[in-house]
């Protein structure tokens, strides 16, 4: 594929082109300014106002993560202009104080989940980076990486439990997003559910790796020497888009 960096826009550019499509100011959520422009219109659309009502319901009834202020985390630390890699989740830990908005991530001083560590493990065979203590990945997200879970709740104790009410249709949305307005993004995608977002990518853009996931149950079966984290390094390089450091620890 060759280089992508002569469609890589510059923040001006891009503002201009977002407020241009959406000139619609009725809704404020509390989304960075880049994504609600790209994204307002969902929020009026009946799924989403469904999606609202439900969760309204479920949080009068049950516990629900992450708190109402990570929900949309992942696109607040890492603006759609900003977006370098795309890295995509199912939905969010369901584990008390473990789910902050960001997929794969947990805050400060949360024990690492198995998969994150599996992650850590593929960082340290690929790059040689040390396996953190920590699993706080903001740093990724304020570099240009977007650690997006396809649902953006769930209720305590209870996987996937807010599957199919709404939120794949948003993040879809999203996904779809960057393939449209963006060029020369890299996206990871780890097993079989977020492979199937492939077809929301244009490949004639965007450049994407797939492996299985890094669950404990199939890293062996070939995460483990995907080398995904050093390709896109290569990539990013080579379009003069700036590298990630991906060691999570300042």
């Not at 992508?4 to 619609?24: P, T």
């Not at 880049?34 to 609202?52: C, G, Q, T, V």
């Not at 040689?128 to 649902?151: C, D, F, Y």
């Not at 060029?183 to 995608?189: D, E, H, N, P, T």
């Amino acid at each position: 594929m060759t280089k992508k960096n002569r469609f890589y826009l510059n923040n001006k550019h891009f503002r201009r082109i977002l407020l241009s499509l959406h000139k619609k100011k009725s809704v404020k959520p509390q989304l960075e300014e880049s994504w609600l422009e790209a994204l307002r219109e969902e929020f009026e659309k009946e799924y989403f106002i469904d999606l609202k009502n439900f969760l309204k319901e479920e949080k009068a009834k049950y516990s629900i993560y992450p708190a109402g202020n990570n929900i949309f985390n992942a696109f607040n630390l890492c603006p759609l202009y900003s977006v370098k890699v795309v890295i995509i989740g199912q939905d969010p830990y369901h584990g008390p104080g473990q789910a902050h908005g960001l997929c794969f991530s947990v805050p400060q001083g949360i024990a690492l989940p198995p998969s994150l560590r599996n992650i850590y493990k593929e960082l340290n065979n690929d790059l040689g980076i040390p396996v953190a203590k920590t699993g706080n990945l903001e740093k990724w997200s304020k570099q240009g990486v977007l650690l997006l879970n396809s649902i953006l709740t769930v209720r305590a104790n209870e996987a996937a439990s807010h599957h199919d009410k709404g939120w794949e249709k948003f993040t879809d949305k999203a996904i779809k997003t960057i393939s449209d307005l963006r060029a020369g993004v890299v996206f990871l995608l780890w097993g079989n559910y977020a492979i199937n977002k492939r077809k929301l990518i244009d490949e004639q853009k965007h450049f994407v790796f797939t492996s299985v996931h890094p669950s404990p149950l199939s890293a062996s079966r070939g995460f483990f020497g995907n080398k995904h984290f050093s390709k896109t390094n290569s990539i990013l390089k080579e379009n003069q888009l700036g590298e990630i450091d991906w060691n999570p620890v300042d």
